[in-house]
């Protein structure tokens, strides 16, 4: 079955640019039926949608993130990618990649395991 | 900036039956489906219930799900020690033209 794996930095200083990568594997990231998301979340807080990535090249970002987000996708090595640049202490969080229906709905499956950024100088 | 609103906490006894709401606006949970996540602790989330009201593969006929006008619902039945997560509901905003998660429910197994 498809299964994402994050991985990056775990300390990013304030004010630079934080950066992750999402391998897919058990499954071809170009495929037309789903969106390649990002979603963060602070230590003992709720799940904030960062964006999203259509193979097409369409993306959809928050508004409260669209000034620093970019999420680009490397379909010859079925990955994809999140940059969040100018981050602040309020950037540190476990981030998730995760797997979302193109379909009515969009439900969020699989979900990779996370990975803790911390941005401290 | 959560824009779905839960309840912080619920508690129940072994056996019994919790409902956690979910309540939104006519841009969200009024006008897209809804799908819930079950967190278990230092674990990623997982998909619970799909599309208003669908289990996916290998989850537990004790979850169910529904959808009425601008609030959704997750009831959990015959609650179990392994119930003890948080739990997230979250849906399409046509407004912020993004993904919106709610503020998560913790489930508290007496």
């Known amino acids: 079955q498809v299964q994402l794996q994050e991985s990056g930095p775990g300390l990013v200083k304030p004010s630079q640019t934080l950066s992750l990568t999402c391998t897919v594997s058990?499954?071809?990231?170009?495929?037309?039926?789903?969106?390649w998301n990002w979603i963060r979340q602070p230590a003992g807080k709720g799940l904030e949608w960062i964006g999203r990535?259509?193979?097409?090249?369409?993306?959809n970002y928050n508004p409260s993130l669209k000034s620093r987000v970019t999420i680009s996708v490397d379909t010859s090595k079925n990955r994809f990618s999140l940059k969040l640049t100018s981050v602040t202490a309020a950037d540190t969080a476990v981030f998730y990649c995760a797997r979302g229906w193109a379909g009515d709905g969009g439900w969020f499956d699989p979900w990779g395991q996370g990975t803790l950024v911390t941005v401290s100088s | 900036q959560s824009v779905l609103t839960q309840p912080p906490s619920v508690s129940e006894a072994p056996r019994q039956r919790v409902t956690i709401s979910c309540s939104g606006s006519s841009s969200n949970i009024g006008n897209n489906a809804v799908n819930w996540y079950q967190q278990l602790p230092g674990k990623a989330p997982k998909l619970l219930i799909y599309y208003d009201d669908l289990l996916p593969s290998g989850v537990s006929d004790r979850f169910s799900g529904s959808r009425s006008g601008t609030s959704a619902s997750l009831a959990i039945s015959g609650l179990q020690s392994e119930d003890e997560a948080d739990y997230y509901c979250?849906?399409?905003?046509?407004?912020?033209?993004?993904?919106?998660f709610g503020t998560g429910t913790k489930v508290t197994v007496l």
């Open positions: 979250a849906a399409w905003d046509d407004s912020l033209n993004g993904y919106v």
């Open positions: 990535f259509y193979p097409s090249g369409s993306t």
């Open positions: 058990g499954g071809s990231i170009s495929s037309g039926s789903y969106y």
